[in-house]
């Protein structure tokens, strides 16, 4: 049930990005300097209401309109697009991310990209799926054969150009697609090897990484600790190369 609901929010938020991309999108400053446009908005505006439609009583934290806190086990974390400047430049690298996390752990992912039509779901201990075909990560083993991505909000430079800098030597061709949630699926789906990603909210990363993770992927902080919705980086890997970038991480 909780799926199928995820499922159809991401669908239908999907729908209004795709029939909006083309049109003048001009981006606004919020508070923290990122971006977001009207339809970020519309989009959010549907999830939210399929999500109280069926769970009235589950508390959700959305990207726009903030924690609508509950006495709920139940929290959903909702990003209504992310990729807002691929979506208002018109680069066509954009998704909708949906999870459902229940006393803290995270049991349903869902990551819709709609311009490709691929549709990226987990449930916690039942794999992971893009569209109706089973996903899993890589078996790459060697970092100098690995494709890693990045991804960082706008204000994150320096801890950026540091890491870039100690992991690009090592391995083979680096990938900046600008959507963190992307970025774990095509981990997931073995499109990458690896994924580093500084992502400024949870709901940036939690479907992701449940998708990753589920996909027989590993996921940590960049420390090597394990990761947590209070994360401020994640390194998302095929789990076979992960302590060898751990260790250049350390150095």
């Not at 990207?63 to 691929?86: A, H, I, M, Q, R």
């Not at 960049?222 to 095929?238: C, F, Q, R, V, Y």
């Amino acid at each position: 049930m909780y799926l199928e609901v995820a499922i159809k929010a991401a669908k239908e938020a999907g729908k209004i990005l795709k029939e909006n991309y083309h049109k003048a999108n001009k981006p606004t400053l919020k508070q923290d300097a990122s971006w977001a446009t009207e339809i970020d908005k519309l989009s959010e505006n549907k999830i939210i209401s399929i999500i109280k439609e069926n769970f009235p009583t589950h508390s959700i934290n959305a990207e726009e309109s903030g924690f609508s806190k509950k006495d709920s086990e139940y929290l959903w974390l909702v990003d209504p697009l992310d990729g807002t400047t691929n979506y208002a430049t018109h680069l066509p690298l954009f998704a909708v991310s949906i999870a459902l996390v229940v006393k803290n752990e995270v049991q349903v992912g869902v990551v819709y990209d709609p311009v490709h039509e691929n549709l990226y779901v987990a449930e916690k201990n039942k794999g992971a799926r893009l569209n109706d075909a089973i996903i899993r990560v890589t078996a790459t083993e060697k970092l100098k054969d690995s494709m890693i991505g990045y991804t960082r909000p706008w204000y994150i430079k320096e801890k950026f150009v540091k890491t870039f800098s100690k992991v690009e030597l090592s391995t083979r061709t680096p990938k900046m697609l600008g959507s963190t949630a992307l970025h774990l699926c095509y981990v997931a789906s073995g499109v990458l090897d690896a994924s580093i990603v500084f992502p400024p909210s949870s709901w940036d990363f939690a479907a992701g990484v449940l998708i990753v993770e589920e996909a027989g992927g590993k996921v940590t902080e960049l420390s090597g600790k394990p990761w947590s919705l209070e994360s401020k980086d994640i390194l998302a890997t095929n789990g076979k190369i992960h302590e060898q970038l751990l260790e250049i991480l350390k150095e």
